[in-house]
């Protein structure tokens, strides 16, 4: 079987139905297209089905196409089953990469040769991952965050052997699912955003071990301010407007640069390609006007109960 245009894949597997894969489920019934779960635990079906009850209203909510159709949905324990007619497969199994290694071979085996496989791993090489793959040259990373049926980003990640007409193909259709794929330009343990988020983690433990603050404290400082901000800017446009109606030249000449030495050029060019076409004063209302509606509709955590 020749591999179907992305926007024309019609059945995929979710191999894995814990709470990335049945939400990885939900996505896909989202738009259409039809879903083969499975997995060998045996209340698998059960959870998968309870996971889309609580993700479907809040699909509903971000708007839904017409075609968005939840009796698409299928469950089987037997994996040659649920990959067999497959598209496309997103492996979903526990992050053991022994594991993911022996099941990636095993799926290569029982689905058709063209179809594409994603895993969801949070670090693991896709070279590595595809070291038992029937056609290594199909195996990719499609890291998602959680809730996967509301968190935009995917890293897509290829191995050494993984050709490139598949990475395209796959960055096709995640866009096609709603998502903002992002396409690593080589394979690295932890991606991107699971490095950020480990240095931001590692620096949050070292204030409370020596004192400085607790750890109610650390979650007060990301999400009351930077972390509201980072849903709009991230730290490289932040730069930019750091700089006021100067922009970013104006920032590393009065705070200084922290990067390789003469990297300040590259930096400052890939700043005016990015953002040149607009003002300082133009982002800045963007940002806030963007503030300005989290704020509104942000809601407190429970609070504890007596």
């Known amino acids: 079987m020749a591999r179907p245009l992305f926007n024309n894949v019609r059945r995929v597997a979710c191999v894995g139905s814990g709470t990335i894969g049945a939400a990885w489920a939900a996505c896909f019934l989202s738009r259409g297209i039809e879903v083969f779960a499975t997995d060998p635990n045996p209340a698998a079906q ?44 997103q492996e979903s199994a526990p992050d053991n990469e022994d594991l993911k290694i022996e099941l990636i071979g095993r799926i290569s085996e029982s689905c058709p040769i ?51 007409d598949v990475l395209d193909w796959a960055v096709g259709l995640y866009d096609r699912l709603g998502k903002a794929p992002l396409r690593l330009k080589t ?53 930019h407007l750091g700089g006021g109606k100067g922009g970013v030249r104006h920032m590393i000449d009065h705070f200084g640069w922290d990067g390789e030495p003469g990297g300040e050029t590259q930096f400052i060019e890939a700043i005016n390609d990015r953002w040149g076409h607009t003002t300082i004063d133009e982002l800045e209302d963007w940002r806030d006007d963007n503030l300005v509606t989290m704020l509104k509709h942000l809601r407190s955590a429970p609070e504890a109960k007596d």
């Open 114 to 164: 063209d179809s594409v496989i994603a895993s969801s791993s949070s670090t693991f090489l896709p070279s590595r991952l595809a070291s038992r793959c029937r056609n290594p040259e199909r195996v990719i990373v499609g890291h998602p965050f959680v809730p996967v049926y509301l968190i935009p980003l995917v890293e897509v990640v290829g191995g050494a052997q993984t050709s490139l």
């Open 187 to 239: 394979e690295i343990e932890g991606y991107i955003a699971n490095r950020l988020q480990r240095v931001v983690f590692e620096e949050a433990l070292a204030l409370v071990a020596n004192g400085i603050c607790d750890y109610d404290d650390i979650d007060k400082a990301v999400t009351l301010g930077p972390g509201l901000r980072w849903a709009i800017q991230g730290p490289i446009l932040h730069r």
């Open 46 to 89: 059960a959870h998968l089905e309870k996971a889309i009850d609580a993700a479907w209203p809040k699909l509903v909510a971000i708007g839904l196409p017409s075609d968005a159709d939840r009796s698409q949905l299928h469950f089987t324990s037997d994996m040659t089953e649920a990959v067999s007619g497959a598209d496309f497969i």
